[in-house]
């Protein structure tokens, strides 16, 4: 059984350029949700999704920043234009339903580079 | 200001002895909390729960304790594995008015097994 997907798993780019990292949840959760991790502050959802329509991007960290979710297999988090400071691990995660909200399914990461 | 504390950063145990991974928070409003495990590049895996009307809860080798007056919860592995090498992230939510919460996750301790 797949997992939640998400690509690429490494990506370094210059200040300035747009980035876009993707996820592919795990068949039949309705919930989408996308991660930030640094050093500074952890683990922090920037925002998250039910039946792909998005509920909560009170943790997006500013206009920069835009997810959307086309479909129930997909979603991207695109970051433009991108800095430094945004460097960090992009998680996705998703969940079966409101009953198991907490217990999310994690992908394996990106790890995003801003030079 | 973080409302999920792991003062731990790191902890080194011996293979078969008993590991005891702390953490605190702030938010009364909590009332699910969750031990999630995470290996180099992989991303976080759900481990173990325990909701506020519950003071403990096991599973397997994995015992979750939860003192609600003390706002404390903590995490025990007997017998520890080499295996169990890996950060542990402690998470919790709460109800808000019939709405779930969102995930707060603390920094993580980082376990490390030795055979």
């Known amino acids: 059984d797949a997992g939640v997907i998400q690509s690429p798993r490494h990506e370094v780019t210059e200040m300035g350029q747009e980035v876009t990292l993707r996820c592919k949840p795990i068949s039949g959760h309705d919930y989408l949700f996308w991660y930030r991790q640094t050093m500074m502050r952890g683990l922090e959802l920037l925002i998250y999704?039910?039946?792909?329509?998005?509920?909560?991007d009170s943790g997006m960290p500013e206009d920069r920043f835009s997810a959307k979710m086309p479909n129930a297999s997909f979603s991207t988090l695109k970051i433009q234009p991108s800095e430094p400071r945004d460097s960090a691990v992009y998680f996705c995660a998703s969940t079966m339903d409101s009953f198991s909200f907490n217990e999310q399914f994690f992908g394996p990461g990106t790890r995003l580079t801003v030079l | 200001d973080q409302q999920v504390k792991q003062n731990s950063p790191s902890l080194s145990v011996q293979e078969g002895r008993i590991s005891i991974l702390n953490c605190d928070y702030t938010?009364?409003?909590?009332?699910?909390f969750l031990w999630y495990k995470k290996y180099p590049a992989e991303g976080p895996t759900f481990l173990i729960s325990?909701?506020?009307?519950?003071d403990k809860n096991e599973d397997g080798r994995f015992t979750v304790f939860l003192n609600k007056s003390a706002k404390h919860l903590s995490l025990h592995i007997v017998p520890s594995q080499p295996g169990d090498s890996a950060v542990y992230f402690c998470a919790a939510s709460g109800n808000y008015g019939g709405s779930q919460g969102n995930l707060i996750f603390g920094k993580g301790t980082k376990l490390s097994v030795k055979p």
């Open positions: 325990i909701s506020s009307i519950k």
């Open positions: 999704f039910n039946n792909n329509v998005p509920i909560d």
């Open positions: 938010n009364s409003m909590f009332d699910y």
